[in-house]
């Protein structure tokens, strides 16, 4: 559990000018952990880019929120989106874990006034077949995935995408990072303050219990051997009462009389109170004595500190109370006046009357300590930067093998083993669901679709963590440019190890810098987001992960996908062949899953070119030329033209027959990872080929689909050759495969 | 035509429902509160999806006891035309309007993803517009729609042709390849696919749309129950 630091007490006297009692202390202490004040990370998330035309509400609320310009009714709309991590609780019950991950990210969109319309989900496992913790990982797996699927599925949002991936760096510290995203109107939208001195402070929803206490100092400490004693710190979601309580909030907020919302997330009671007060410099007064309660005997740190589910703070207008409370009477929940909104700007908290925490607001929310960790080293690296000396002097390698062995890896086989235990489609706007490159939702009522992206590489920010955030930005905007889709707008959640390590927090700045660069380039502005620092189990680190979320808009229309649709059309490599040497070949899948090492660096990275490459497969998939489109990510160009290959649902598979000429080897030249590149089938190739030359980019016709077959020849020699069926059905059954349970 | 959609605390695809019969088919649809006494003007009822009641006890075990049921009871019994989704469908088992049960899925999983259902009558009020054997694409998204039935039940079901649809690519474990089953005097229709889901070319089908279709012209061409 992380405690005050003496310094940090030092400025809780100053701030009081008296000593704290034991639940000021409480208060203090989860309001300045790193998990609710940003301390180490502040001073460097400055450096993000936050502001566009677009952008309504950037960091500092609960959402962030973009304009998408005018619906049908004349109306102008917006999005609320943003992501937030759940990893310590999903280690230490994995289940529960993820599911009130969900529930949390869902209240930070609706207290906004936005109806959730899409979840996404990063997820990160160590490895199935690890010796020690293979089974183990299986176990969390299982469970993440199913708190994820109850509580989203119950709630009545869809999840509609998400990515995986299996290191042993996640063996002790697994991430759940979870994407939400809501619709609303201009004139919907609601903020969390408290306005209007006399106001009432509402509570609203479940009843307050012992679960959850430090939630937000345990995400802000390293897990040691007693960490699995902190499962009464894992809080318990029910989504049925989350469903009521938006549905209630939406009521509530359309009948004029509220005037400020948000809801108990990390550190309960104590979070909302306090951030309510300092955004609108007001001070709040409540007695505990008034809070519902579903245990006997708690004292007031526990229910100031209780991170209980499903609880909403809410400022009415004096004396139109009744009319919020009826709506609550409707759905069933409670809803209760504990206080008032005072002019002295002080978190004032009784307990029966008897004052027993006397707090200023802003000071409280706004002044935690701001540390600068020392970062002056090199980012810690796992690998070498050369290869071994075993990969310089290799043979030819059959590339038909390692192309099924990639295909059946964790990492890149078909996860529909996870998302068809999430219901992707409730609501009807999903257009583009899981296993595309982008996400796409329409909103009803206007002409336009919202794409989406989630994407981390824990492999690339290990081997440079300012290259590896850009790449990964530069990624999530290919993914939502290659399904026709304008990237607008951002949100991150970098999950690192200990900033007090300050190889640790060299990582932690050069991946901010890296997004802040790559964000500011493709005008694609980071409108909130999260932090989830010790992520390190007895002294073993995570990866650096930041992972991003990137929305992008487009007209709604009928989606361009990745598998090719008819025989004999043209294959395009919009961007070309790309370069690529063993250095930067040392962080690819292939080097993950054929020669299990790590080396070198990732990918480099030309975002102009990047940019342009987009610009083209948008005017490309927009103006209808392409039947397919599929952006290379890992396992490079043969992994995307199996994946083109192997069918949708319901659908045959359709190959090709590809012929390219490339003064690379034959792994290096299938398998590099080199950024900037889309796969388009077309009837119109010379249609494709002077969008490209319009745009200054290279466009390679490199074969012709063909049926049922996936034939690749590199320098005139066949290198991969078989049935798409094969491949599929490798793609399809890994997983499951790998999750089975080993008896020894 | 006029449907209503139930709505219960919990349910979540009465939106969808809403949105199906009154934008994709343009026919006139209101949301009928689980706790009123009356289902209004309507002509038919659609039971959705979601989990009414957060679906605690069993799956639609304490809708069964809202007000808005009495009133869909007494509505059914006149010989009105009773639709139930996925929720709807355990709602309308528990309620005793339909028989047998839906149990877990055989996998123990959740399970969502477009399946292939097959038409295996036209003799009802949801099928006369489409054709005998006729194959529809249809999602699914449930975790407890493993139909189940007792012998003599299902016996009784075949004997008098009430399975309305059969899953081709069995999803749940569900007895029989039943999807879909009516009652006997087959106003009454449950079914586990999400017609409403795909109902709308965006969304890739709309194969869901000739049971919905079919209700219109079997209400057109009958005098509507009043409510």
């Known amino acids: ?744 | 035509m006029r449907f209503g959609v139930v709505v219960f605390p919990g349910s979540n695809c009465d939106h969808d429902a809403w949105y199906a019969v009154s934008k994709n088919l343009g026919h006139s649809a209101q949301f009928i509160w689980h706790d009123s006494s009356s289902l209004g003007e309507v002509d038919a009822v659609i039971l959705p999806g979601g989990f009414s009641y957060g679906d605690y006890l069993r799956c639609g075990a304490i809708a069964k006891f809202s007000p808005v049921m009495t009133a869909v009871r007494d509505f059914a019994s006149r010989g009105g035309l009773v639709v139930g989704i996925c929720n709807g469908f355990q709602v309308l088992v528990e309620s005793g309007l339909l028989p047998g049960a839906l149990l877990r899925n055989r996998e123990l999983k959740f399970v969502c993803r477009p399946v292939t259902i097959r038409v295996e009558t036209t003799n009802s009020p949801f099928t006369c517009r489409a054709s005998k054997g006729q194959t529809l694409i249809v999602p699914v998204a449930h975790g407890e729609g493993c139909y189940f039935a007792d012998d003599a039940t299902l016996a009784s079901l075949k004997r008098d042709d009430r399975v309305i649809f059969r899953y081709m690519d069995n999803p749940n474990g569900s007895l029989d390849d039943i999807a879909g089953i009516c009652n006997q005097s087959r106003n009454v229709m449950g079914m586990m696919p999400h017609p409403e889901r795909a109902a709308d070319a965006l969304l890739g089908c709309t194969d869901g749309r000739v049971i919905f279709e079919s209700m219109l012209q079997f209400l057109s061409a009958k005098k509507p129950v009043l409510a």
């Open chain 1, 1 to 744: 559990m992380s405690e005050l630091s003496a310094s940090e007490l030092d400025k809780v006297r100053a701030i009081l000018k008296r000593e704290p009692n034991e639940t000021e202390v409480g208060i203090f202490t989860v309001m300045w952990s790193e998990h609710c004040s940003y301390k180490s990370s502040r001073l460097h998330l400055k450096k993000l880019p936050t502001k566009s035309d677009r952008v309504l509400v950037g960091p500092g609320e609960n959402a962030g929120i973009i304009d998408i310009g005018e619906g049908v009714d004349g109306k102008r709309w917006a999005i609320a989106f943003k992501i937030e991590s759940h990893n310590h609780p999903s280690f230490i019950e994995p289940f529960q874990g993820a599911a009130t991950g969900v529930g949390g990210i869902l209240r930070d969109i609706f207290t906004m006034g936005a109806r959730p319309i899409a979840v996404m989900d990063a997820l990160r496992f160590g490895t199935l077949d690890d010796p020690i913790n293979g089974e183990r990982n299986k176990r969390i797996v299982e469970g993440v995935v199913s708190g994820i699927s109850h509580y989203g599925n119950c709630f009545g949002v869809p999840t509609v995408g998400g990515e995986c991936v299996f290191e042993p760096c996640y063996n002790g510290n697994p991430l759940v990072n979870v994407f939400a995203l809501g619709i609303f109107r201009h004139d919907e939208i609601f903020f969390g303050r408290a306005t209007g001195i006399g106001n009432p402070v509402i509570y609203v929803g479940a009843k307050t219990g012992r679960d959850g206490i430090h939630g937000a100092s345990m995400a802000s400490s390293e897990f040691t051997e007693d960490s699995m004693q902190k499962r009464p710190n894992v809080q318990v979601g029910d989504p049925f009462m989350e469903k009521l309580l938006l549905e209630a909030c939406l009521e509530a907020m359309r009948t004029g009389a509220i005037v400020g919302i948000q809801d108990m997330g990390a550190a309960g009671l104590t979070c909302s109170t306090c951030e309510m007060g300092s955004r609108a410099e007001t001070g709040i007064e409540f007695d505990l004595a008034l809070v519902p309660q579903r245990e006997t005997g708690m004292t007031p740190t526990e229910i100031m500190l209780s991170e209980s589910q499903e609880r909403m703070l809410l400022v009415a207008e004096a004396g139109r109370e009744n009319e919020v409370f009826s709506v609550f009477k409707k759905w069933g929940l409670d809803a209760v006046t504990i206080g008032r909104v005072t002019n002295d700007g002080i978190l004032r908290v009784k307990d029966h009357g008897v004052v027993v925490a006397e707090i200023p607001n802003r000071e409280l929310a706004d002044e935690a300590p701001l540390y600068d960790r020392p970062h002056n080293t090199a980012p810690y690296r796992p690998a070498p930067v050369e290869p071994p000396a075993s990969f310089t002097s290799r043979a030819d390698r059959d590339c038909n093998a390692d192309l099924a062995t990639l295909l059946g890896s964790g990492d890149l086989c078909s996860k529909s083993w996870i998302w068809q235990q999430y219901d992707y489609m409730v609501r009807t706007n999903t257009i583009a669901g899981p296993g595309g490159d982008a996400a796409i939702v329409r909103i009803k009522d206007t002409d336009t679709s919202v794409a989406m992206s989630l994407d981390g590489n824990g492999r690339y920010c290990a081997l440079s963590p300012r290259e590896g955030a850009r790449l990964l930005v530069a990624e999530c905007c290919r993914n939502l440019s290659t399904v026709g889709a304008m990237p607008v707008a951002a949100t991150n959640n970098l999950n690192f190890g200990n900033p007090e390590r300050p190889e640790i927090m060299a990582q932690l700045v050069e991946a901010i810098e890296g997004v802040g660069e790559a964000c500011s380039f493709f005008d694609t502005p980071i409108t909130g987001g999260n932090v989830s620092l010790y992520n390190e189990t007895l002294g073993e680190a995570i990866w650096p992960t930041p992972v991003m979320g990137i929305v992008g808009l487009m007209k709604t229309a009928p989606p361009v996908t990745i598998p090719f649709k008819n025989e004999g059309r043209t294959v395009i490599l919009l961007g070309g062949l790309g370069t690529c040497d063993e250095t930067r070949f040392g962080g690819t899948q292939y080097v993950k899953s054929v020669l299990n090492t790590l080396w070198g660096l990732p990918p480099a990275l030309d975002m102009d070119y990047e940019k342009r490459v987009q610009a083209a497969i948008r005017k490309i998939v927009v103006e209808g030329h392409a039947e397919s489109a599929h952006d290379l990510s890992g396992g490079g160009l043969a992994v995307a033209l199996a994946e083109c290959s192997m069918g949708g649902s319901g659908m045959t598979g359709i190959g090709a027959a590809i012929e390219i000429s490339s003064p690379l080897p034959a792994d290096l030249a299938l398998f590099h990872e080199a950024p900037s590149r889309i796969l388009v089938s077309t009837a119109v190739p010379e249609v494709v080929e002077r969008i490209a030359r319009e745009n200054n980019v290279e466009a390679l016709r490199i074969g012709v689909t063909m049926k049922s077959r996936l034939r690749i020849d590199h320098n005139a020699v066949t290198r991969i050759d078989s049935p798409v069926d094969w491949f599929r059905g490798v793609f399809e059954n890994a997983l499951e495969g790998q999750l089975a349970p080993q008896h020894v």
